[in-house]
């Protein structure tokens, strides 16, 4: 009878530490996400020209696309913009 009382206790400060524990979690790994996405090089072609930015995720890129009306663009993820040629 004694552990019936007991369980009766424990239960909902049991279910409110899971719930608890749910929650933060589910709050770490988005910032996580947020923390690990990556970056890389936006390029955007408009009027025959393409054009780079460098450290653009891939939504960023997007957006900055769409806003530039790009004729044309793709996302290289982890690298960073290439000038297409060797210097000098």
């Known amino acids: 009878m004694m552990g019936g009382r007991r369980a009766r206790r424990v239960a909902p400060i049991a279910l409110g530490t899971l719930l608890a524990l749910g929650l933060t979690s589910e709050n770490g790994t ?33 957006h900055r696309c769409a806003e530039e009306l790009c004729d044309d663009w793709f996302w290289l ?4 913009c290439w000038n297409w040629g060797y210097g000098g």
């Open 77 to 80: 993820e982890r690298r960073p």
């Open 30 to 62: 988005s910032a996580q996400r947020t923390r690990w996405e990556l970056t890389g090089s936006c390029y955007c072609r408009a009027a025959g020209e393409l054009h780079c930015v460098s450290d653009q995720t891939e939504d960023q890129c997007r």
